[in-house]
């Protein structure tokens, strides 16, 4: 909701400022080791105020949990709003459903943008909770996730109990049905479909997860669902929290736009995509401003688990970022530069390959030229189909670069033989979902590429290209020094704002 005159919701605008300040502190989202209930005892009167306002600039970073209907909601939910005393709040929505709690079939909690306290502290937790949500624990076992972290399952076992007051695999289980909520309440698809959809190998554990976790079954969700679309793919509703500047992260995606894999205009960004798991298709995200959200359609003819891909997404367009908070931490900084712009997201990559295979091609050349690059390696080598008449392309997989002589690609020889070996790297499944910094021994592989394809293949918020050229230009334009470190954890969007520098 948007500030409008001079109070919000019966609450004085000056009496909002401090509020929003106690909200971005630093120290909120600092990890702490007490319970649920001390946190709300603690921050009760800011939490109060924020759901009494329904700014959606909280959405997800805190959840209303009504002891007297034992429903959690989100703090933008538009039903009437409980006495104090029947509410107690939480920091995450699998906290609540460890409380007893189900989701509000209103407000959807399962749309919320993710915003965990601790992250940006917690490298490894954070490294966790991204791989499980990428679908780690739906292709494989804890003890596998364990041994891509480098972690005993134990110490990972403590630190999900200690943040979230959940196992892993309880973590993994609930984004399972909550996504499936969300499929039921917004496509029409057939429960079985949504079942394999959320990564669930039969419907008989699919609906006993489901009960177990929300006290209701499937079906009792799609009959008090008031979805009635219909035809082909799957439409979602992703939220993010306001500021959101779509027009820098259009116009960034459309500049580096490859035709035949992506497609753009002024509110639309849509590409291909080929999963792990085997999954291809399309998807298009229109940007809608007047909900704080992106519709997404994903079109797919093959069944398998679409989590990952939706949280992908999400990631691809920085839908989790908490923008009012890295503003208010890096406006500051930036005083001494011509211009600052809020809301400025990451744009990421579908995927690390493709982040490195851009970066490679990429070094030392234009934006324009390595644009022209990595089309001509696209639709060379990657998989065409046909989509309302429409030449469309998949992006070449590893295995699939790493057999090719690339004499095609008219660059120096030691970068093809680089694009090659990196390949060839990265097409070892052991190989495939190891950080960057283990590229250092590919020839001709350095710093730079390693920092790009870590801030855009895995979208990671502490990244600093302090030796990229545009970065080195809009240094020049003052005299103040910056301190990148300064910026810690936000250096990425501290990359951007200086890109963005008119």
């Not at 924020?50 to 970073?61: E, H, K, S, T, Y």
């Not at 057939?190 to 976790?213: L, T």
């Amino acid at each position: 909701m948007v500030l409008e005159g001079p109070h919000v919701q019966g609450i004085a605008a000056h009496h909002w400022v401090p509020i929003l300040a106690r909200m971005m502190d630093r120290s909120v989202y600092a990890p702490v080791q007490r319970t649920t209930h001390e946190r709300s005892r603690v921050d009760q009167s800011t939490y109060q105020q924020a759901r009494l306002a329904r700014d959606a600039r909280f959405d997800g970073q805190f959840f209303v949990a009504v002891k007297t209907t034992g429903i959690y909601c989100r703090p933008i939910c538009p039903a009437p709003p409980p006495k104090e005393q029947n509410v107690c709040y939480y920091s995450s929505a699998i906290e609540a459903a460890q409380a007893g709690f189900r989701p509000c079939l209103r407000c959807r909690p399962d749309s919320a943008p993710a915003s965990w306290a601790w992250k940006g502290t917690d490298t490894t937790l954070e490294r966790a909770l991204a791989l499980i949500d990428e679908g780690a624990l739906i292709n494989g076992s804890v003890d596998q996730l364990c041994d891509r972290l480098g972690i005993s399952s134990r110490y990972l076992a403590r630190l999900f109990q200690q943040k979230l007051g959940a196992s892993p695999k309880q973590y993994g289980l609930y984004q399972q049905v909550l996504f499936a909520k969300s499929l039921l309440q917004q496509t029409p698809l057939p429960i079985a479909d949504i079942a394999f959809a959320s990564g669930f190998n039969s419907v008989r554990r699919f609906n006993d997860c489901f009960v177990k976790a929300l006290s209701l079954s499937p079906r009792e969700i799609r009959q008090r669902s008031t979805s009635g679309k219909s035809g082909p793919g799957i439409e979602l509703l992703l939220s993010y929290r306001p500021p959101y500047d779509w027009a820098s992260l259009q116009g960034f995606l459309e500049h580096r736009l490859i035709p035949g894999l992506e497609w753009s205009d002024k509110n639309h960004y849509g590409r291909t995509f080929q999963l792990d798991n085997g999954v291809q298709g399309h998807f298009t995200a229109e940007h809608r401003p007047d909900k704080n959200a992106f519709k997404v359609r994903i079109e797919t003819h093959q069944p398998g688990a679409l989590l990952p891909l939706v949280r992908t997404i999400k990631r691809l367009l920085d839908l989790d970022a908490d923008s009012q908070r890295i503003d208010d931490f890096l406006a500051p900084r930036l005083k001494p530069f011509a211009h600052y712009t809020p809301g400025l997201r990451l744009p990421g990559i579908l995927s690390l390959f493709e982040a490195g295979v851009r970066a490679i091609l990429g070094q030392q050349i234009s934006v324009t030229a390595a644009r022209n690059l990595v089309a001509q390696v696209v639709q060379t080598y990657g998989q065409r189909f046909e989509s309302d008449g429409d030449p469309r392309y998949f992006f070449p997989t590893a295995a699939q670069l790493s057999k090719q002589s690339l004499g095609e690609l008219k660059i120096p020889k030691r970068r093809r033989q680089t694009l090659i070996d990196f390949a060839t790297y990265m097409a070892d499944p052991e190989n495939a979902h190891k950080d960057p910094e283990h590229w250092r021994p590919i020839k001709g592989i350095g710093e730079w590429t390693i920092r790009y394809a870590r801030m855009r293949g895995l979208s990671d918020a502490n990244v600093w290209l302090g030796s990229d050229l545009g970065i080195q230009k809009a240094l020049q334009r003052t005299e103040a020094r910056l301190d990148p470190e300064s910026a810690s954890p936000w250096q990425s969007y501290l990359t951007f704002q200086l890109w963005n520098q008119p």
